[in-house]
């Protein structure tokens, strides 16, 4: 894959790219369907199979109606679209400013359990600028969350940077860190394909009461007791936290615009994501519109 040099205007899909699969909760199949937009839009959502009134989700932080089991996003007609933070982070991370996603059903599909296949998605078509200047969120000062030995914090740098430490007794995980510079090409070649992870009891569980339906080792690492089950292993040696960080990115993104900052967690998650996000735009000291391009951004280029 080829990248170009970013510059300071937004971004949107050179061509419309399609694909088909299951949602992890649901096990029922799904259509995405991401299309090109224009200046401002945006990350929006259309459900195809609602009603047309009601259809058009906007990807943002205050439209988040529950953290569990993933990030579900709602409009004011109650309509809801599941699952949202593995293509958020590809469109984040590849740089898209605005899209539009047509989805026929409740929830984004799990394909391999990653942003690599809506990774690949965006690279077959690559990106087009818009003649309007890209607005980043600059973090001013630093802010935090934090719930029991958990936490979360934002704060100011000249970039974006992901530093976040997982935690698990399991020895299939322990303790893992990772320290990552979150520009374009990075994220597709050392985030985007880290798999969501879980254990097989928890698993078992979850089906059991009618979750995670669609849930396989075909899209997840799944983890019993200190052994891993899948056979294939690992991606990464640090996989667990590497999707940790896949994760952060997905939430960030809906503070509707890429963020100049830091961000540094600490066994934190979906929930803790969102809180965040919320407390800085909550503080308008915190923040600012910034214009200027990241420097030596990368982004896919368009027919590449």
């Known amino acids: 894959m080829q990248y170009q040099t970013v510059t300071a205007l937004q971004h949107t899909l050179a061509g419309q790219t399609s694909c088909v699969g299951i949602g992890l909760h649901t096990g ?3 259509r995405v369907t991401l299309k090109p937009a224009g200046i401002d839009h945006g990350i929006v959502f259309v459900r195809q199979d609602a009603p047309e009134f ?3 989700i906007a990807a943002l932080v205050d439209k988040v109606t529950t953290t569990e089991l993933g990030t579900t996003l709602a409009n004011s007609a109650g309509v809801t679209v599941a699952t949202v933070e593995h293509l958020m982070a590809a469109l984040f991370g590849m740089g898209v400013d605005n899209a539009v996603i047509e989805i026929d059903g409740p929830e984004v599909p799990i394909l391999d359990g990653s942003s690599e296949p809506f990774i ?5 078509v690559g990106l087009r600028a818009l003649g309007a200047p890209r607005r980043m969120l600059e973090v001013l000062k630093p802010v935090s969350v934090e719930i029991g030995n958990k936490s979360a ?7 974006f940077e992901l530093d976040v ?3 698990f007794a399991t020895r299939a995980i322990g303790r893992q860190r990772v320290v990552f510079d979150c ?3 990075n994220f597709a070649s050392g985030l985007g394909s880290a798999r969501t992870f879980g254990f097989l009891h928890q698993v078992e569980a979850m089906q059991a009461k009618g979750l995670a339906l669609g849930g396989s080792l075909e899209n997840a690492v799944v983890i019993d007791g200190d052994d891993i089950v899948n056979q294939e292993g690992l991606r990464f040696g640090d996989e667990f936290v590497r999707h ?3 994760d952060a990115v997905g939430d960030l993104a809906l503070a509707g615009a890429p963020i100049k900052g830091r961000y540094v967690a600490e066994r934190a998650g979906h929930e803790m994501n969102v809180a965040l996000v919320r407390a800085l735009l909550a503080d308008p000291k915190a923040w600012r519109w ?8 990368l982004l896919p280029a368009a027919g590449a």
């Open 28 to 30: 029922k199949p799904v």
């Open 54 to 56: 009601a259809r058009r």
């Open 120 to 124: 690949e998605m965006i690279e077959m």
């Open 153 to 159: 914090r934002l704060e100011p740098f000249d970039g």
């Open 165 to 167: 430490t997982v935690e």
């Open 183 to 185: 520009t374009p090409q």
């Open 244 to 246: 940790k960080a896949l």
């Open 290 to 297: 910034n214009f200027a391009p990241l420097a030596g951004e």
